[in-house]
């Protein structure tokens, strides 16, 4: 049935989504006990002012292009969970998360399920206020979109700098997972 290869599609991408998610997440874990590794072993203490080149290549390379840089001092508390390298990680899971179902799945289910209007997925409809903080607010939840959400009620209150951990992602995936068993016919 296309209903049926239209959302098993859906739930794969998504899987393969949370999926990044999760590895990114533990890249990060990771990267900090790295940094915090280097930062101990710093002599003198004065090397926390250092600043760590991120580049396309070997630093010492006249190829290398410094593309980013931030002090060694900080790198602890940026890759920390729910620092700003984690928040934007997971900030870019919900956007992509949305991206997917509204430009390739959205439709094509709706399609084959009949339907003269799109499906409303409440899982869905609260990711596209995520969306929104995220996109317009700078991902900083507020009362006129996160707080407006019907499933995931109480991830953000206004103000609350959007993080979406692991536990987040899995509790949206077993959500979705659960209009695995939509029928195929009978809507609209």
């Known amino acids: 049935m296309p209903f049926d290869s239209a959302f098993q599609e859906c739930v794969d991408a998504l899987n393969e989504l949370a999926g990044v998610h999760a590895f990114a997440l533990q890249g990060v874990r990771e990267a900090r006990k790295y940094w915090e590794g280097k930062l101990a072993a710093a002599e003198p203490p004065s090397t926390a002012d250092s600043t760590v080149y991120i580049s396309d290549s070997h630093p010492a390379s006249p190829e290398s292009v410094a593309y980013s840089k931030w002090r060694l001092g900080d790198l602890p508390e940026l890759l920390g969970e729910?620092?700003?390298?984690?928040?934007?990680?997971?900030?870019?899971?919900?956007?992509?998360?949305?991206?997917?179902?509204?430009?390739?799945?959205?439709?094509?289910?709706?399609?084959?399920?009949?339907?003269?209007?799109?499906?409303?997925?409440?899982?869905?409809?609260?990711?596209?206020?995520?969306?929104?903080?995220?996109?317009?607010?700078?991902?900083?939840?507020?009362?006129?979109?996160?707080?407006?959400?019907?499933?995931?009620?109480?991830?953000?209150?206004?103000?609350?700098v959007m993080y979406f951990d692991t536990n987040k992602v899995a509790e949206f995936m077993r959500a979705v997972q659960v209009t695995e068993d939509l029928p195929s016919e009978g809507w609209g």
């Open 82 to 160: 729910g620092g700003s390298v984690a928040t934007r990680i997971s900030q870019q899971w919900a956007i992509s998360v949305y991206a997917e179902w509204e430009e390739h799945y959205r439709g094509r289910i709706s399609e084959a399920m009949g339907l003269s209007e799109p499906l409303k997925l409440p899982p869905f409809g609260d990711l596209r206020l995520f969306r929104h903080d995220i996109v317009h607010h700078r991902g900083i939840a507020t009362a006129d979109n996160s707080g407006r959400c019907e499933v995931f009620t109480g991830w953000f209150q206004p103000g609350d």
